[in-house]
Each structure stands twice: as C-alpha cells, then as structure tokens.
C-alpha cells in the first residue's frame, strides 16, 4: 500500500527521470569483443511507458546513463523517451537543466536510482525512488523502495503509481480496454467457434502444495512441486503457481535389496523455478512460463519466458528469446532444445556468443 504522503508527492510529478543499468535492466551489461554492450530489457517497462504515453499526462521521460550503448539509444526512441543522456556522470546537472527548460521545479521530478552515482539527483528531487537492490545509502535517502526488483518492472511499478496519483488510472484502463476488445473482435471474426456456447470450465479441485514425481522402475526421474494446483478432470490438466521442478542424476548405486538406499544414492541435476505452469496429467509433459530459470548442479543457469518438457524424451524445449549463463561464457538466442541439466545445449538461432565472460556495473 502506497502512503499518502507518497501519492501527494507523486501528483506533483511532471518530469520521470531514471538510470538505467540496474534500473531497467537487471545491472549486468554483456560486453562483446567489438565493444558493444547488449542490455537484457523487462516487457513490463515497456507496457510501463505504453501506459505512461496514453495517459494523457503531461510527464516528460528522461534517461540518464553513465555509460553510452548504441541499443540504448534505439531503445529510447522505440518508447519515445523525451530526454537521452549517455555518458553522463553529474547526472542531477542533466536532470536540473530538463527541468529548467521544462520551467518545473526540484518538487516536480520523480528520480529512480540504484546507486551512488544517482545519490545527488535522489537528495534533490520530490519523489526518489530506489529498488530493492540498492545500497543502504540510496535507500536512505528514497522515498520508497519498489517491491519489484531491478529489471523486473521497476519503471512499470513508478508509472503506476503516477497515473493513479494524478487520478488518470481509470481513463488509461479505459483506453486498454477498448483496445483488448477490438482485437478480440478481430479474432473473433478470423477465427472458428466450434462450441461457441460453451463457458470457460471450472476447475475440479484446488490442491495447495501440489506434488508430482516422474519415476522409472520406482527412481525419480524429476520431483514437481507447486504452491497451487487447479485440475480439470475433462482436459487432464493441472494449472500450477509458484513450481519448482527438481531433475535427478541417475543413481549411483543401484541396489537390489534396497530401493531406498537407492533413492539416497541420487543426487540433484538440475532445478527448475517458474511462477506459472501447466501439467497433462496423463503424460507429465510440462508447460512453464512467466519469467523461467534452470540451473545446473555446476552453475550453468538458463533463463526463459517460456519452457515445455517432454517427459518421454526427457528434454526441455522453447522457441523464446534465451539467455544461458555459464561460468566462462554467455549464450544468447532464440529457441532451444536441451537436457534438463543443461549438459548438452542447442541453440535454434544462435546471436552471440561471449568468451570469456564481461560483466560490468554501472
């Protein structure tokens, strides 16, 4: 829950002003051998912005980086960013000259940092917004931490936060409504309706921490878990939230007086972490989504918006964007076909490779 004292300062706002490596990304930046930088974005900020333009609010964007990156810069254009700055280290200069030339004053700027190097500009704005990742020093300077972390969402969570302030909230839902129905009514009319009166079915069971364990001749082959679980007898399908999927290594000892010395000899291969999924309930093939991670038992660490896994083959697959970070390198692609503890990887369409690995902060 917001506090007054929060939204008061946000229906002052006219100027949005954020960093953007650990703000809009993550704070990992790739560097290629060529020198340029590639940037992981979050779809969230971009409905963030999307929501921000059609507002009807007059509040100007500005970007402040101290680095410089060729795919920033097509990316500000891409959301319609008012004000760029790169290369940028005295970033409350920048941000107080947009302000000058906007005719606003300090109370008027909203700021999101997440490091020393925006301390300046969060002291002198009206509302300073930080995420949960930041030092103690910026935090103790904000006006509040978003609950979302760098990457995530964040400009997303602070431009929420301005329409509703400003009272545009319902009008911005209004506008996206509209726009969900027209599509809906263009599929509509392009698409069949085999049963056009049916409803949308009810699940049979709500089940609370939902297990599955896949097994061959009584050893597990993965143990699934998930904090909620609806199934739907008809479709043989369980909808899952929160799952974690653990893959186990074939057992080291096979014994044949004792199964469950058996099972104590296995030991972990890999595990997989989604907030969404769905099980067929026949043939354990899987379907997660919403933001996938899997990592290995060495480290190696894949991440994903979306993974299926065919329990006969025993593979994962996806035709999303991937990103797999190793302890030397950093694979980047689309589309993927793997072994669940990412042993053997391959990449449909590869786009760069990074050897060795460059990871710099801001």
């Known amino acids: 829950m917001i506090s007054k004292k ?35 974005w979050s779809v969230k900020d971009r409905m963030g912005f999307a929501l921000l333009k059609n507002s009807g609010l007059s509040i100007k964007l500005a970007w402040v980086t101290a680095r410089e990156s060729r795919q920033v810069e097509e990316r500000s254009k891409e959301i319609g960013v008012d004000y760029l700055f790169q290369k940028c280290l005295n970033k409350w200069e920048r941000v107080s000259s947009c302000a000058r030339r906007l005719n606003l004053q300090p109370d008027q700027i909203a700021y999101i940092g997440d ?42 969570e602070v431009i929420e936060i301005l329409i509703k302030a400003q009272g545009q909230w319902q009008a911005v839902l209004s506008k996206f409504s509209i726009f969900l129905i027209a599509i809906l009514l263009t599929l509509s009319a392009c698409s069949p309706h085999p049963n056009s009166t049916s409803s949308i079915e009810k699940p049979d069971q709500w089940i609370e921490k939902f297990t599955i364990t896949e097994t061959r001749n009584g050893i597990p082959i993965w143990i699934l878990q998930s904090e909620m679980a609806q199934v739907y007898n008809k479709q043989k399908k369980a909808t899952l939230d929160q ?8 057992p080291k000892e096979l014994s044949s007086k004792s199964l469950i010395l058996t099972k104590k000899s296995q030991t972990l291969a890999a595990r997989l972490s989604a907030p969404k999924g769905e099980v067929n309930l026949d043939s354990h093939n899987l379907l997660v989504w919403n933001g996938v991670k899997v990592q290995s038992e060495d480290g190696t660490t894949l991440y994903s918006e979306q993974l299926r896994y065919s329990t006969d083959k025993q593979k994962i697959f996806t035709e999303a964007p991937i990103k797999i970070v190793k302890k030397d390198s950093i694979l980047i692609g689309e589309g993927l076909e793997a072994d669940p503890d990412l042993s053997t990887v391959k990449i449909f ?14």
């Open 349 to 362: 369409r590869h786009e760069a490779s990074i050897h060795p690995k460059t990871i710099l902060n801001p």
């Open 115 to 156: 490091d020393l190097v925006d301390l300046k500009a969060l002291k002198n704005v009206g509302l300073a917004v930080c995420p949960p990742e930041s030092p103690k020093e910026i935090k103790e300077v904000c006006d509040f931490q978003t609950t979302i972390s760098s990457g995530k969402g964040v400009a997303r």
């Open 243 to 250: 799952i974690s999927i653990q893959f186990m290594n074939p």
């Open 6 to 40: 929060i939204l008061n300062k946000a229906k002052k706002i006219k100027l949005l002003a954020m960093d953007i490596d650990g703000v809009l990304t993550s704070g990992e930046i790739i560097v290629l051998n060529s020198g340029e930088e590639i940037k992981i």
